[in-house]
């Protein structure tokens, strides 16, 4: 055999030596995946390396990443990131316009969520609580007088309204006065208060002429009530009255056995104002639409905010409840060998076979080699 086909030949024999060898050496990282036995004895390098030491490597794994990739200090800079929070505004928002471009009554809820027999009892439930926070009202503040049970801001309105209430009276008083209704009605009673008199009355009648007598007094009344002094005398006597009658207490106000009565009306009342099977009946959409731009502006980033400076106060804890190591642990424990294998080759596909063609490369190097100290030795 001449030098050269010796040489070829030992370079074919190294190269497939050393490829063979890579290949094989990189196999064995998992495959056999069972231990292999000849009768009772178990063959070498049975089952692969990572089948064999899957627990210790799923462990191992799981304390790296909690230790060293996902830490608290990553966590809380993720957190703090500003395009986070700018994606999760934007993903919320984005949520919120879907929902708001499709119609959803509440009662259309309540039958997804199986829950018809809630909106069905609605009215009675809110009926039943209103009448037993009312009757708790009375129970427990029968015996206050009304300016405790009356809120501080409608003795202030009051106060405030009385001047206007008294001059708005005395205005319709004055233009009843002047009409033709209360010349007759002042003629009436100016009839009456004679006759209640009897015969002194008729014989005073008798030296007045009445239409006169009638009009003079209809201007002295007229005159009467335009004066400053009337206003005033007015705005005193309501003012009086109004102290008097909250200085009495509630149950003298209304009576125990009128309130029971005086609650069930109120009740009616609400509940025909709130409408409640209307709204029941209308989208929910439609409440929230004029809103829209206010919960986009301001609601969303601030609860998105809250939520970010929650999770970043709260991370170590979250973490340690949430056992990131043993979660990763028990994920990769969860694999099959084969997932293990195949997720392997697809992310360092190419760079095992590379150790292979190195492994034929340098195995056809020593064959040169060989070739050469066989020829020249």
Do not use: C
């Amino acid at each position: 055999m001449s030098a050269w086909m010796t040489i070829l030949f030992m370079v074919i024999v190294g190269a497939f030596i050393g490829a063979a060898t890579n290949f094989i050496a990189i196999r064995m990282l998992f495959r056999p995946f069972e231990a292999k036995y000849i009768g009772k004895w178990r063959i070498p390098f049975t089952p692969g390396v990572i089948p064999k030491r899957r627990e210790e490597l799923a462990v191992k794994i799981g304390e790296v990443v909690a230790e060293h990739l996902l830490t608290n200090e990553a966590v809380q800079a993720k957190l703090a990131e500003e395009t986070l929070r700018e994606e999760l505004i934007g993903t919320a928002n984005d949520l919120i316009r879907e929902k708001l471009a499709v119609t959803t009554t509440p009662n259309e809820l309540l039958e997804r969520w199986q829950m018809t027999a809630v909106g069905n009892q609605a009215n009675e439930k809110i009926s039943g609580i209103l009448k037993s926070q009312l009757e708790q009202f009375f129970q427990k503040r029968n015996e206050e007088t009304v300016e405790n049970v009356v809120p501080e801001v409608v003795h202030q309105e009051l106060a405030r309204k009385i001047p206007s209430i008294s001059a708005q009276t005395l205005q319709k008083m004055g233009l009843f006065t002047a009409s033709d209704a209360g010349k007759l009605q002042i003629k009436a009673m100016i009839e009456r208060i004679l006759a209640e008199h009897g015969k002194v009355g008729g014989m005073v009648g008798l030296f007045l002429n009445n239409d006169t007598f009638i009009t003079r007094m209809q201007k002295e009344v007229i005159k009467f009530i335009g004066k400053p002094e009337t206003e005033e005398v007015l705005s005193g006597l309501i003012v009086s009255e109004w102290q008097q009658f909250s200085q009495r207490a509630l149950v003298d106000v209304m009576p125990a056995a009128k309130q029971e009565k005086f609650i069930d009306q109120l009740i009616v009342e609400i509940m025909r104002t709130v409408q409640l099977e209307k709204w029941m009946d209308t989208p929910i959409q439609d409440w929230i639409r004029p809103y829209e731009q206010e919960i986009s502006d301001k609601i969303v980033p601030f609860l998105v905010d809250t939520v970010l400076k929650f999770a970043g106060e709260h991370s170590a804890q979250m973490m340690e409840r949430l056992e990131i190591g043993k979660m990763v642990q028990h994920q990769i424990e969860a694999f099959s060998l084969r997932e293990m294998e195949q997720i392997v080759l697809d992310i360092s596909g190419k760079e095992l076979k590379m150790i292979t063609y190195l492994g034929g490369f340098l195995g056809g190097f020593i064959g040169i080699l060989q070739g050469i100290i066989a020829i020249w030795f």
